[in-house]
């Protein structure tokens, strides 16, 4: 089946300077990448991205983790899209422990669990295509994305200020 995933270089990942290998692991799977982007995260994308994590104990360290307070203050954001996307993209991610992780994974490879019990994953992939629907329409208004029709938009009018160059 073809699908959509959304993929999340995360914080540590970006400042480790990983990227680059992340995404040539990534290219191994052979599927579209149709969105990119790099983005400051602030706390209400980041809670509303772990909402269904809201009771762990655990909750606000991944929030203040994924919004990169203990790194940098950036993540790449990037929509896959094809053949079995989702499972593909979590194979090559790897368990979500690092410790877990198989060797040559992109978490086995570059993950690390803190003395603080923090897991530097390096890495976001969805995990269903429920997951992938929500997360992309969380992270990516529907023009950020090169495909037609991924997902049924409508047209609005919209009125606010908004930056542009100088």
Known sequence: ??????????PDGLQKSLTGNVL?????????????KIKAVPRALAEEHYIHMKDKPFFEEIVKYLMGDYHTKRVMAIVYYGEDAIKKIRKICGATNPEEAEPGTIR?????????????????????????????KLWFEPEEIVFDQLYPTKQTTVSHKKKIWA
């Open 1 to 10: 089946m073809e699908e959509p995933t959304l993929v999340i270089i995360k």
């Open 24 to 36: 040539t692991r990534l290219s191994e799977t052979r599927l579209v990448l149709i969105g990119a």
């Open 108 to 136: 086995g490879s570059f993950g690390r669990i803190t003395t603080k019990g923090v897991y530097e994953n390096v890495i976001h992939a969805s995990g269903n295509t429920g997951d992938a629907e929500r997360e992309i």
